[in-house]
């Protein structure tokens, strides 16, 4: 009894604290179209299971309630039932029903945020490179020609097309307030579909564990208008200093460091690995050939034409 | 001195040089005290080279108790590591090894071998078998798990920790950002132990289908026996996958080949594809065994038989089969698109379909029963919400783009420990209380029991709930810090006190088998919980031969059936009976393999070599010898009878 209290008491304050608006949960306070879209999807998947959760508990509350022995008489002799097919086919088609009717959102929702935002497709998505090395993210803008290190900034009301690799262990790109997150790894480009609809600055960060400094392995990140953003690419252009390869490997090199700008991108003398796994949204991935596969410490060997 | 430093820890702590002494301590304390109170040959004797089912499970159980507590000691250090921000207990490498070697011990040196230990006192019994079909292959599984689990445990002691993760995902697993030998032990150690879990499958499921008593089809078994059976089919598909995977990586690792590496060609999504086509049917090795517990318990406890016989067979044959069709699961974020995630959404969220009608069928079980609350009673019912919550995460968990947000959160850490602790570490506690006078002839304290129960029960949820609220808030697991700006704090310490309320159960559990081993009645009858299956039909203890007579059943619940003016289970006179020898043989080999393990995680090739060849050595001397065991006369039969008989009327 004591524990069925205890458990009620942990399900309603859980939603309690869900629906509480003084503090929200960062998953559940989106700033941009994908976020809301999972947020949507994670309540409605709350809501269900709360039901099933509900009758379980329900059904269990009766049954110890009502046939505990201390409550029966002593000759009391428990029936021998084998079952029912009633009953079972009633437990058995609920949760097939309740199962296709998550699946189609879970569908929907996957084919929704690994597409280009809804209501943005007409426009021009601006295309980041994010490269994780140990432990830092080197952020591309090559239409910008600029480089920023463990910062992002970007316009909002603008689709944004983030293109994910690494120059170390597997990463995770992950802002929670913009959207869910996808790995960055060595061998091929991953594309993540984001956008930012309110002003702001969020948190970044690397969510798959890869190694001693996995912990601060952190961005920032600032949503601003598009004339704002405009504005720090132009200041940008007059005032930081062009990367260079060697300050590039410099960088490569485990540690943490602070924020950086440049002028230009590692794109120049270090492509990223596009030539396979093409997975950007329609769930087609083109397992290619590694053959021309970039390792890190092999610097001076590495291709310097470019290959997108 | 070279020599020497290889064997030195990398990361050295205080709390490491401390345990190096304890373990020294300890090693030496055992030897001078085994050696002054002359139990050498006892335990050669009756133990070391036994190849009883029952010895060899109790030994399992052993070990498993253990590396519950070496794992829980992980697990109290990273809580109180998290539980304020900025914490400096733990450096990061240190935080790292600890969350690597907690998750290894827990699901392979702990749950799964307690699990087998359980199976392997239990199954034969319960099929009215003498032993299992090949004693003394069992008895080498338990020695490869046992020096393979010791090779894995000294790690920390000598030349480092894995730290890369019980998933070892490359790259970060290769020699160039994890180059101490900890994952050298990680890729070995595991192997070892897992070719001991693969011959367990082949030994049980051979045991399961051609040793059951007459009379007992297949679907006449108690349910214990089908969830061993069905898990056993797993474990025979799933780890030869572990195997070749873990060859892999030890060629990657030792001899600069590079199936996952960052170079040449090397792949980081074979090693995820691998190790998760092993890994997630894994998770179903160590849950459907508590299946088949609470069954077996439930039913005792509400005094009725199992509602819905049928559909629990099948569903937990619906459920091994989606087992291997999920895997991708694990990593919906590795950018497959979203066809294949949508497919795999489905499928995972399709287990919950049998897994529900397990649920309801325990309900029901419960209908018009008469409920007693024991101790392994408890533990059964506290499994039913708290792992219907774990449950119905796990269904969040499967709709893919949500998990792009639940993905390597604490949520994800809340979710799967709502599924393992009830599901499997609350059955083992259940079948180790329910089991316990079944091995030993005596019962441990209920009283004692139900403050253990409690404390674990409230010290869990406290624990891990708190997980799912800071998993959507952003808190990635993994994290040896944070700080105090992300407002993870008060919650996470919340985690630290439910951590200690464990650990306060758990010592109430171990007071409990010391109190009641000093002082719990001895006078209990051989079937002191007015049980339903076979193994309650013989004495306690267990005699070596199980049953004087063989059985012949004709229902799921026989020996019920039997007590309730059913027919009778033993017709016939005794007849001699033929038993396997004992060999010391499955302990040497053991040792070899730990010391060729050994030899191997530090390149030592001429140790490795040697090693080798013992190996060679030890099977060829059983595929010479000439071992037919011994005969049990029927006067032995008769004479134990009697005394077993004495002790129990």
Known sequence: MKMKWALLTIIFSIATVLTGCDNPLAVLDPKGPVAANQANVIMISIWTMLIIVLVVVILYAIMLFKYRASKSSDDYVPPHVEGSHVLEAIWTIIPILIVIFLSVVSVRSTNEVEATPKGYEDQEPLIIYAASSNWKWHFSYPEEDIETVNYLFLPTNRPIEFKLYSYGPISSFWIPQLGGQKYAMSDMVNTLHLAAETPGEYMGRNANFSGSGFAEHTFNVKAMPEEEFTKWVDEIHGTAKKLTESEFDKLLEPGHVGQYTFNGTHLDFRPAPEHNHGASGNGESEHSEHSDHEDSKKADEAETEHQH | ?649
Request: hydrophobic residues 55%.
């Open chain 2, 1 to 649: 001195m070279d020599y020497f430093d290889r064997f030195a820890v990398p990361h050295s702590s205080p709390m490491i040089v401390g345990s190096q002494i304890a373990i020294a301590v300890t090693v030496l304390a055992i030897l001078v005290g085994v050696t002054y109170f002359k139990k050498w040959g006892y335990l050669w004797r009756e133990w070391f080279t036994t190849v009883d089912h029952k010895r060899i499970g109790i030994m399992y159980i052993l070990a498993a108790l253990l590396m519950l507590f070496r794992g829980g000691a992980d697990a109290i250090l990273m809580r109180a590591q998290t539980a304020i921000p900025d914490n400096g207990l733990l450096d990061g490498q240190h935080y790292n090894e600890i969350f690597t070697t907690h998750g290894v011990v827990m699901i392979l040196f702990m749950a799964m071998p307690f699990i087998i230990g359980l199976m392997n006192i239990v199954t034969p019994l319960q099929i009215g078998a003498r032993d299992v079909a090949f004693p003394r292959l069992n008895a080498v599984s338990f020695w490869l798990f046992f020096w393979g689990a010791m090779l894995f445990n000294i790690s920390f002691v000598v030349g480092g920790s894995p730290d890369a993760g019980w998933t070892a995902y490359f790259p970060l697993a290769s020699v160039e950002f994890s180059e101490s030998v900890g994952m050298n032990y990680y890729a070995i150690a595991i192997q070892i132990a897992g070719i001991g879990t693969l011959m367990t499958g082949i030994n049980f499921i051979v045991t399961i289908l051609k040793m059951r008593a007459p009379g007992m089809t297949l679907m006449k078994m108690p349910m214990f026996t089908w969830s061993i059976l069905i898990t056993n089919l797993i474990i025979v598909f799933a780890f030869p996958v572990l195997t070749v995977a873990l060859a892999l990586m030890t060629m990657d690792r030792l001899f600069g080949t590079n199936f996952f590496t960052m170079a040449n060609g090397g792949s980081d999504m074979l090693w995820a594809n691998l190790f998760w086509i092993w890994g997630h049917p894994e998770v179903y090795i160590v849950i459907l065994p508590a299946f088949g517990i609470y069954s077996e318990i439930i039913s005792t406890f509400a005094r009725r038989n199992l509602y819905g016989y049928k559909s629990m067979v099948v569903s937990m044959v619906a459920i091994s089969v989606l087992s291997f069709v999920v895997w991708a699961h694990h990593f919906f974020t590795m950018g497959h698109g979203a066809m294949v995630n949508g497919i795999f959404s489905i499928t995972t969220m399709a287990i919950a379909v049998p897994t529900g009608i397990k649920i309801f069928n325990w309900l029901f079980t419960l209908w018009r029963g008469k409920i007693e609350f024991t101790v392994p009673m408890l533990y059964s019912l506290a499994f039913i919400p708290i792992f219907t919550i774990g449950g119905v995460t796990g269904v969040m968990l499967a709709m893919a783009s949500a998990d792009y947000q639940y993905h390597n959160t604490m949520f994800l850490v809340a979710h799967f420990h709502y599924v393992l602790i009830p599901g499997t570490v609350f059955a083992v506690l259940a079948g180790f209380t329910y089991w316990w006078p079944k091995i030993f002839n005596f019962q441990l304290s209920e009283r004692i029991g139900k403050w253990a129960f409690w404390f674990i029960v409230v010290g869990f949820n406290v624990t891990f709930f708190p997980m799912f609220i800071t998993g959507l808030d952003g808190q990635a697991r993994r994290m040896y810090t944070y700080s105090e700006a992300t407002g993870y704090g008060p919650l996470n310490l919340l985690s630290f006190v439910g951590a200690l309320g464990l650990l306060i159960g758990f010592a109430f559990l171990v007071y409990n088998i010391y109190w009641s081993t000093r002082y719990a009645p001895r006078n209990i009858t051989s079937d002191p919980w007015n049980a339903r299956s076979l193994e309650w039909a013989t004495h306690s203890p267990v005699p070596e031969y199980n049953f004087a007579i063989v059985p012949e059943v004709d229902s799921s619940q026989a020996f019920w059936d039997s007590k309730n003016n059913g027919p009778a289970l033993f017709k016939g006179k005794y007849k001699e009976i033929h038993m396997p020898n004992n060999s010391g043989v499955p302990f040497v080999l053991g040792i070899i393999f730990f010391v060729w393990g050994f030899a191997m995680v530090f390149s030592m090739w001429i140790f490795a070599i040697i090693s080798t060849l013992g190996i060679f050595a030890c099977m060829a001397h059983r595929s010479f010898e000439k071992d037919h065991g011994h005969h049990i006369s029927v006067e032995e039969i008769e004479e134990t009878e009697k005394k077993l008989r004495g002790a129990n009327a």
